[in-house]
T-cell receptor, first 116, second 112 residues
């Protein structure tokens, strides 16, 4: 257990429905990342928060995706009007920003999404 | 786009043998991190090596970094069946908000 908590761990939804995933970071980690991983691939970056500010979004993050981190603590990732191609594991990761040349980034267990 | 490329894609060894996995990348990095992932689970951080470091050890793990060749290697000594997993190298690119860019991973199978 890395201390990064993700819920729910598994979600099966019908195409067209909305889903929301939550990530609770390690306490005092001000950087938070969302990644997506499909079978046989490495994780792909989706978006990044520094405290409550969303500082970067990947082109993978279509208009149907929205992420928030309202108080700089937990974060949510919402997918609207889900499509079968959204089926993947959604990973949250967090870190501090103390290191000059980077810090260890800790991942949660992921949230599996299956769109049927 | 994938920055890191791991080699080999799959590796099968006998318990007790050493496993060496390689990673190459394309652009300047702040650091490189290795992760392990068991099937269906999240990523477990193994080791971080900074751009000004050449070698680091952690238990049975040894990581090297050659910035002139833009490559890194992960050595697991005296492998165990429990080391069976996918291994990923991830690069923290210079000026990239410290986000990590991953390769496709290496599948390691350790036979008892």
């Amino acid at each position: 257990d890395t201390g990064v908590s993700q819920n729910p761990r598994h979600k099966i939804t019908k195409r067209g429905q909305n889903v929301t995933f939550r990530c609770d970071p390690i306490s005092e980690h001000n950087r938070l990342y969302w990644y997506r991983q499909t079978l046989g691939q490495g994780p792909e970056f989706l978006t990044y928060f520094q405290n409550e500010a969303q500082l970067e979004k990947s082109r993978l993050l279509s208009d149907r995706f929205s992420a928030e981190r309202p108080k700089g603590s937990f974060s949510t990732l919402e997918i609207q009007r889900t499509e079968q191609g959204d089926s993947a594991m959604y990973l949250c990761a967090t870190s501090t920003d103390r290191g000059r040349v980077g810090n260890t980034i800790y991942f949660g267990e992921g949230s599996w999404l299956t769109v049927v | 786009s994938q920055q890191g490329e791991e080699d080999p894609q799959a590796l099968s060894i006998q318990e007790g043998e050493n496993a060496t996995m390689n990673c190459s990348y394309k652009t300047s990095i702040n650091n490189l991190q290795w992760y392990r992932q068991n099937s269906g689970r999240g990523l477990v951080h193994l080791i971080l090596i900074r751009s000004n470091e050449r070698e680091k050890h952690s238990g049975r793990l040894r990581v090297t970094l050659d910035t002139s060749k833009k490559s890194s290697s992960l050595l697991i000594t005296a492998s165990r069946a429990a080391d069976t997993a996918s291994y990923f190298c991830a690069t923290d690119l210079t000026g990239a908000n410290s986000k990590l860019t991953f390769g496709k991973g290496i599948t390691l199978s350790v036979r008892p």
